[in-house]
């Protein structure tokens, strides 16, 4: 399988601790991508990456929100000090950054935060 | 910035009915458009794409339009399925937005027999 894929693919955790969600692309996409979804909700941005490089991130990812993708091949995305209102699926992407650039999503790691 | 409007659901139909999803966009100049697909507990899946004014995607008898005069991308499907039951999402990516995409908020649909 040469998709994008996401460990762990559930995740439960208590308020306060910190969790930390991997991602590897596919392999010849420069491109990668982190979103949130929530129920009944389309995803929602959160940070991409060019390579090695974070190149935006989104407001919405606060101070407790890191991601790295340190040889710009698999990113972690790692949440500190989680709250309740981090419960939701993290969506990791790639995409080849080519004209039309198709960004495929890999299967999501549900958090919740007990 | 960009936005994306999808019709509300959730969308009921029997199967072998005709589908019609209605999708319309707010972009500077000429986004790609996207479907995505998503079953329960899982990611999207890419449904179809097209990437510049009057293409048409299709896939898996699925098909939408991209029309810049009415900025729409609406989905469409002659005779659905129980198994198309799932979430519909229709993407753009805009020209400045380096490749990110915006999503609208999904429509359910559920295809009974």
């Known amino acids: 399988d040469t998709g994008v894929s996401q460990d762990p693919r559930h995740k439960i955790t208590k308020r306060g601790q910190n969790v930390t969600f991997r991602c590897d692309p596919i392999s010849e996409h420069n491109r990668l991508y982190w979103y949130r979804q929530t129920l009944g909700q389309g995803p929602e941005f959160l940070t991409y990456f060019q390579n090695e490089a974070q190149l935006e991130k989104s407001r919405l990812l606060s101070d407790r929100f890191s991601a790295e993708r340190p040889k710009g091949s698999f990113s972690t995305l790692e949440i500190q000090r989680t709250e309740q209102g981090d419960s939701a699926m993290y969506l990791c992407?790639?995409?080849?950054?080519?004209?039309?650039?198709?960004?495929?999503f890999g299967e999501g790691s549900w958090l919740t935060v007990v | 910035g960009d936005s994306v409007t999808q019709m509300e659901g959730p969308v009921t139909l029997s199967e072998e009915a005709f589908l019609t999803i209605n999708c319309t966009y707010t972009?500077?100049?000429?986004?790609?458009l996207f479907w995505y697909v998503q079953y329960p507990g899982e990611g999207l899946q890419l449904l179809l794409k097209a990437t510049k004014a009057d293409d048409k995607g299709s896939n898996k008898g699925f098909e939408a339009t991209y029309r810049k005069e009415t900025t729409s991308f609406h989905l469409e499907k002659g005779s659905v399925q129980v198994s198309d039951s799932a979430v519909y999402f229709c993407a753009l990516n805009g020209v400045t937005n380096a490749g990110k995409s915006t999503f609208g908020d999904g429509t359910t649909l559920t295809v009974k027999p």
């Open positions: 992407a790639s995409s080849s950054g080519t004209a039309g650039n198709t960004i495929y």
């Open positions: 972009a500077t100049g000429y986004p790609s």
